[in-house]
């Protein structure tokens, strides 16, 4: 049994028609100018796919092209078409369009956050609070300014703290309570992963009469820091942005800033997720101390009612959950 | 042994078939197994996906009854992923642990960008193949530097008049650099036409933002009146999206302006030496309403329809490409160093650095 093929000379790009054929674990190239004997085992053949023709290169660098259609099956057989059986099998390929979406979802809704709380415990304190030094530093010179509360008020309130810190169970024992004024972020607080804690001028205003929602607060940032979020976080939105880039590969130009905002989706879901891990870690520990839940939903009213309200799009595309589900959470752990 | 004098065949062009004969079906399936696979290997089988997707292109792509072949294999591909993971890692992790070090390294990134332009390109092009001799980029770092880096930066200064030339330098770069074997690509590029298309595109720019300004204005939402907001008939939250789409459509339409006048120019004056002339037929309405199309396909099928865009976009391409060929064409000779890695095409990759002729 014998097939015709194009055969170009190693480095060549001039080729002549020749003859293929088998024998005794041997391919024979024969034709006007050409004639070689090759084992089997020292040529290296393209894997079949869709249509396109069987390529056949030579131990010398020459290369034989078959025409499209004819293959010479006794070299097929040799190589696995496992890939090629399956993409051109119709029904693993609509198996592969439930799959892909279900697999999908699985990894980013379970397998990265899952990944992510794991990771994160083996970051030693170190670098945690070096990374707080660090983000202070930059946050003091860009968005940040000196607290204006008189000596008296600070020093009261860090004895707030330091009082319900020393009755608290945590993990860490190096939390830091610092205030700074911030026209651009308002009412606020935020917590980074060594254990340093921002409030805002802002906020101690906006919450002024009532300590216990200034507690409850501060309780949901050591949440944050007590459940590693910002770790989480970082360990997420690194393995969405490699899944995306080798799952969906080369998509071109404008189609990326799709996946992009994909993207933002996802951590902003998983953000979320942090947030409301955060409340019921507040809940607890005011139920701990006596303190009517209730003031974390009080706390989160005042300070949605400082900002602007959300509409139901703009609630899915947030990285907080809605401020009604949270004061409702806070008010049901009553 | 190298042929230096090839009887000089009278300097006669040919036009020669170059036809795409991809299918969106059978690509689609292609596609969704090597999605498949990729995922439930963890992102490990994406280096063999890389290759079949590749490899199916470059073999439908069929000039003067030769197709092109992809030569790469998945090891060669794992090889440069694995590190080029590697290196991302490391880079987001210590920007994100320690901000001062990210931006040491942004910086390092930065010079390091025209090494990874050359490196990628040099990687693509020894892999791609036609009539079993094999295409090269020999662009050294030190011009690419001053072309990809120092003159766009400079022509920040001339508030971007110097910009077209600088993007004429850039073409002029990578064109000439590239190889058929032993034979270089010979572009004779015009100035004027990169400062013709520069202007062309700015005026199209005005004009786009113009009308959709003023249409925006007529449907009311440019300005919604406080009263209507708290009615809620008009959404505030839907303003953004709305710009967004917007900007999206300006991008589009605006930029087949520039490319189709560019890549049409680019391929009149470029010659493979003695061996092929090229020319390019793009027309702006045409480009536009392919990349609008493709993008509406993507969204709207939540990316599942991705391979029928990519497919409809290489039949666009090579469609409106002519080839003519010289009866040299037999002489070409691969003359090219046999060693190359994929490290630098993936450390491109995954750092977004994006290079390709229009």
Redesign the interface.
Known sequence: MSTFAKFFAAQSSQYQDVTLSVESQQLIVSGEHVNQRVSLDNLVITPPMANLPQEIKLPCGGLLVLPKGSELSQLNSRHGGVIDWLEKNKFACLLALLLVPLCFYGIVAKGIPKLAKEMTPMVPISVKQSIDRQVMYVFDELMLKPSELDENTQQRWQQLWQKSLDQLDLQQNNYQVLFRQSPSMGANAFALPGGTIVVTDELLKLLKNNEDAVMAVVFHEIGHVEHQHGMQLIAESLATTLLMTYVLGDMEGIAELYSGSFTSIVQNQFSQQLEKEADSYAVKQLQAFDIPTSALGDALLAISADHEKLDKLQQYLSSHPSIESRVKFAQQAQ | MEDNNPPKAANTFVPVSFSFSGKTG?????W?????????TL?IY?A???V??E??FY??TELDG??F?YLATPIQILKG?IIA?IL??SY??LS?????AGLVLMLILLFAFPFLICASLRFNLRMSS????RFDFKGQYGEALLNFLVLPVASLFTFYLLLPWVLKRIDNFLISNSYY?DRQFKPELETGQYYFASFLTVIAMIFAVMTFGFALGLAGIAMPTPEAIEQGSV????LP?VILVIY?LV??VVSAVYTTMIRNHMFRQTELDEVAKFDSSFSIGSLAWL?LS??AI??FSL??A?PW??IR?ARYVVGRTEVQLNEN???????IAEQSNALGEEVA??FDVDVALT
């Open positions: 059978e690509y689609w399936q292609i969704i197994v090597n999605v498949l696979l990729t995922i439930v992102g994406s063999w996906a890389k079949r997707n490899r199916y073999g439908n030769h197709r072949s992923r993971v991302f890692v987001y992790l994100s642990f320690s901000p001062v036609y009539r079993n001799v074997g959404s505030s939250a839907i999206y999206f991008f589009t990349n493709n993008l993507v969204i990316g599942f991705l865009a990519k976009k064409k037999e002489n070409v000779i691969d003359n990759n995954i």
